[in-house]
């Protein structure tokens, strides 16, 4: 039996997990104590722990822990805690089980399908959600979930096009802008939804991410249909964001011809503001000098550069040797405030 249930939340807001140290328990922490849901990304939040490049595994597993504990502390009870794992990281499995001992009250899996989730943790009292970029992929899950462990999602998180990060669609497709729009994508996922929702006898929430920027955009996405809202980048400009404080003025700096898709080692799109690191490989390889297997489909004899290196770079401030994700709207910003004035921003009356 499952007690956790999204009535905790006091705004209808997920705290985009963002990975490599950019969203830790205190991002989390402050998202949660103004009511919210915040997310910490299972993607190497250990990298600050002095053996990691030797024992990645378990620093990550330590500090998934450490993390939600923090967090929780943070939050003074307020809020939901969930933990980011995507389904491309090797050790998988190995995450999913530590968010459950961590006492994670959700976690939210994306970049690939998260297909066997529910098996892996059984009766577990947590919150699953998978991340999705179109029907045809939340009807999958949603069928096999259904048929492998009698369990439908507790809510779902839709990620368009303009999102940050590694994304769920081809290149061309994200830079083809008649290309299916996050209003489309929801509502294809919401015509699903009724079947499996009669037979639960409970509503499967929905939650947007991608692009999602004012007040306004979240009253839209309400109005036809969604809980609530997914964001990211616009949390990186906080004064809790766990990054270090170069790493939140690239987003301040940032001009729209700043930003563009890059080639990932995970096999998928991203979307990042381009540093020198980036401009330099676009055509060039930046042979790894550590490889810790961290992704399933990257490959040290051909990958374009170590997304772990350059992530781990950019976080703790050496932005022009790294990695910075960013989503489409990265350029508007203009300052940093606290998670409170934010969300006051797009939640305050």
């Given amino acids: 039996m499952r007690n956790k249930s999204l009535d905790t939340l006091e705004i209808p807001l997920i705290q985009g997990g963002m990975g490599v140290g950019i969203s830790l328990s205190k ?12 997310v910490i990304s299972a ?21 998934i822990i450490e993390e939600v504990k923090k967090a929780k502390v943070l939050s003074k009870g307020k809020g939901l805690c969930a933990v980011n794992v ?21 976690i939210i899996s994306g970049a690939g399908l998260p297909l066997h989730l529910p098996e892996i943790v059984k009766d577990a009292d947590i919150l699953l959600a998978p991340i999705v970029s179109s029907g045809k ?40 802008e008649s290309y299916a729009s996050l209003d489309d994508i929801l509502k294809d ?3 699903l939804l009724p079947p499996y929702e009669e037979e639960a006898a409970r509503k499967i929430p929905v939650f947007v991410a991608g692009g999602i920027y004012t007040k306004e955009d979240i009253k839209h996405y309400q109005s036809m249909g969604a809980y609530g809202v997914q964001m990211g980048t ?32 995970a096999g998928l799109p991203g979307r990042a503001i381009m540093t020198p690191f980036m401009k330099e490989h676009e055509n060039k390889r930046a042979i790894p000098t550590h490889c810790i ?16 290196e350059a992530l781990i ?16 709207n990265a350029y508007r910003i203009d300052k940093i405030v606290t998670v409170h004035e934010l969300i006051h921003e797009l939640f305050g009356e």
């Fill in 313 to 328: 770079h950019a976080v703790k401030g050496e932005v022009e040797e790294g990695l910075v994700f960013a989503g489409a």
């Fill in 293 to 308: 297997g961290c992704m399933l489909p990257c490959k040290i004899d051909s990958t374009p550069y170590c997304i772990s």
């Fill in 86 to 106: 995507m389904v491309a990281s090797r050790d998988y499995e190995t995450y999913v089980k530590a968010c459950v001992e961590a006492g994670a009250d959700a």
């Fill in 234 to 265: 616009r949390f990186i400009a906080t004064t809790e964001c766990d990054a270090d404080e170069r790493y939140k003025q690239m987003f301040v700096n940032a001009k729209k011809e700043d930003i563009a898709i890059v080639k990932s080692p």
């Fill in 137 to 176: 992929a939340a009807s999958l899950i949603l069928r096999s979930w259904k048929r492998h462990s009698n369990r439908i999602p507790d809510f779902i998180v839709i990620e368009g096009a303009l999102a940050g990060g590694h994304l769920g669609f081809k290149k061309e497709e994200v830079l083809n």
């Fill in 27 to 38: 991002l989390a922490g402050a998202v949660m104590r103004e009511g919210g849901m915040g």
């Fill in 43 to 63: 993607a190497h939040p250990g990298y600050r722990k002095p053996d990691f490049w030797q024992n990645s595994k378990a620093c990550n597993v330590e500090a």
């Fill in 189 to 191: 996922v919401l015509a």
